[in-house]
């Protein structure tokens, strides 16, 4: 219904000759984040499930909520030890890792942990002494850690799928695998159509993508011009879109990492429910814990005066489709107007030297190791994620709430539909620097007591539902219900 009533092609828009495929592009761009809206009430109906999730029970495949909810036996060894393969187009070693990655590595190491045996497949690795792997031998005993297959013939990083699929054909045909797991597309769908025991991570979807491309025109200023490479992904988002809803149906069972990814494949891509299952990604709980005294000394450190009435903090690469541009200049109105409040910027690209610009209220603390995160979090009274490219669902998030801090974001499906799914966690804004001036100016307003209250709110909440234990005893579930059906019922099998 909504796409008689809301697009109406019958007026002659500009002339005949204007091309079909252009009418399409905005008739979908424009109704697709209507139906998404559209679909927000039944996101909500996920919060309420937090307090309800010990009642639930049935076959874990019609779950439609994130399996986070659930409570599973992870002090207990696994029913049955499963041999795991898993294709990751880089693995973690030397580097520092992207999300996807970090996720692959987490996740992985606590199942090898728990005494299945994991083999990784992935690319070349960057470390020339660390070509040589040492792995160990299944004839050694339990093996406890992930079993790394660097394939051969590409540079370090350069992931070649057919390389990778024959040392799996190779491995499988000594003894069959249990499960296989894919992180996006790392193994191609005419591959993976083979395979009914194959579950995908979707790290980020082309229907995500409409949004963020939509937001981050909307961010471009009036005098700027478009670029080349945005206005060829803006025309090559929509076909984006279809092609992945045609090739999407080749993997067998589908992990998406937050609610609002969920119901895009289930509503729009159409994937069968029980195919479809949320678990969000975790954080290492030890990694980020709530220490003020930490927090304290840090603030001392990097120069915060100790009459600091509020101090904001931001993470990550300091590039446009992070959201910088907003920021900056929301801050250099806000900054003025209360000489006592500072920013703390963690991370590195070219907005660092434009916020070092903005004089001493502002603290550019450069690129961290994800170790040294856990002093920056501290540090802060809130957490500000302008983002404009939600692809996925940003780690720093639930970092900051692990560690006890409220949170700023730009109001996104993902966001809104598993971040800040209570007002108490803190606070969203359309991705403009009107609305985050506002949010900036409430922030301010309600003070630094106020948000560590919120902040409590925030940490048993991650704590609940972000950690890695819960993500990685959340797929250990779902790998046993692919192996054997029996284990897909909660909550005993
Ligand atoms: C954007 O791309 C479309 C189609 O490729 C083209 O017709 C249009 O002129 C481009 N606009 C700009 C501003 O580059
Ligand atoms: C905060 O304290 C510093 C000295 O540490 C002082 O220079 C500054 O004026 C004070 N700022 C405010 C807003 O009171
Ligand atoms: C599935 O698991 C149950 C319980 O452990 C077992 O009785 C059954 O034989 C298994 N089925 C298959 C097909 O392995």
């Known amino acids: 219904m909504a796409l008689s009533n809301t697009t109406k092609p019958k ?14 592009f905005f008739i979908v761009l424009f109704t697709i984040p209507a139906l998404l809206l559209l679909h927000t009430p039944t ?66 190491t606590t199942l090898a942990h728990r005494g299945h045996q994991v083999h990784v497949f992935t690319s070349p690795v960057n470390d ?57 597309v ?30 981050q025109d909307l961010a471009r200023r009036p005098e700027e011009p478009i670029s080349p490479e945005f206005n060829k992904s803006l025309h090559g988002v929509i076909p984006k879109v279809l092609n992945e809803i045609k090739f999407f149906k080749n993997y067998q069972h589908h992990v998406a990492i937050s609610d609002s990814c969920g119901e895009m494949l289930r509503d729009v891509y159409q994937i069968p429910s029980k195919r479809v299952h949320v678990i969000i990604n975790g954080v290492n709980e030890e990694d980020f814990q709530e220490d003020s005294r930490l927090g304290f000394e840090f603030r001392s450190t990097i120069g915060v005066p100790q009459n600091a009435s509020l101090v904001l903090g931001v993470a990550g690469r300091l590039v446009k489709d992070k959201g910088h541009p907003l920021l900056h200049e929301a801050f250099s109105k806000l900054k003025n107007r209360h000489p006592d ?24 603390l450069g690129s961290m190791k994800p170790s040294e995160l856990k002093f920056f979090y501290n540090a802060i009274d809130i957490f500000v994620n302008p983002t404009l490219r939600p692809q996925g669902l940003d780690l720093t998030l639930m970092e900051a709430m692990m560690s006890g801090k409220p949170v700023m974001a730009s109001r996104f499906p993902s966001i809104k539909g598993t971040i800040v799914v209570d007002d108490e966690f803190g606070f969203m804004f359309a991705p403009n620097v009107e609305s985050l001036v506002a949010v900036l ?50 909550p005993r099998f």
């Open 43 to 108: 996101t909500s109906n996920c919060t309420t499930l937090s307090t309800q999730s010990k009642a639930w029970s049935g076959d874990l495949r019609t779950a439609e909520f994130a399996w986070n909810h659930l409570v599973f036996a992870d002090a207990t060894p696994p029913p049955v030890k499963l041999k795991i393969a898993v294709f990751s187009r880089k693995w973690p070693i030397g580097s520092t890792p992207g999300g996807m990655e970090r996720h692959a590595h987490t996740l992985h």
């Open 341 to 364: 409040v500072y920013l703390v910027v963690a991370g590195a690209g070219p907005w660092g030297q434009r916020y070092e610009d903005l004089g001493s209220q502002v603290i550019v």
């Open 11 to 24: 007026k002659p828009i500009i002339s005949i000759q204007s091309s079909l495929a252009t009418t399409l």
């Open 186 to 215: 790392a193994l191609p769908h005419w591959l993976a159509r083979n395979l009914p025991n194959l579950a995908v991570s979707w790290h980020g979807i082309a229907l995500e993508s409409v949004h963020s491309s939509i937001y």
């Open 128 to 184: 020339i002494s660390l070509t040589k792997l040492d792995n160990p031998t299944v004839e050694d005993g339990p093996i406890l850690s992930p079993i790394i297959h660097c394939h051969e013939g590409s540079e370090p990083g350069r992931w070649r799928y057919n390389k990778a699929w024959e040392q799996f054909e190779e491995e499988n045909h000594r003894q069959p695998f249990d499960v296989v797991h894919s992180e996006s």
């Open 441 to 490: 100016e409430a922030v301010v307003a309600e003070g630094a007591e106020s948000l560590s209250r919120r902040g409590k709110a925030c940490r048993s909440y991650a704590a609940s539902m972000f950690t890695a234990r819960k993500m990685a005893s959340a797929y250990e579930r779902l790998f046993l219900c692919i192996k054997n059906e029996t284990f897909c019922s909660y």
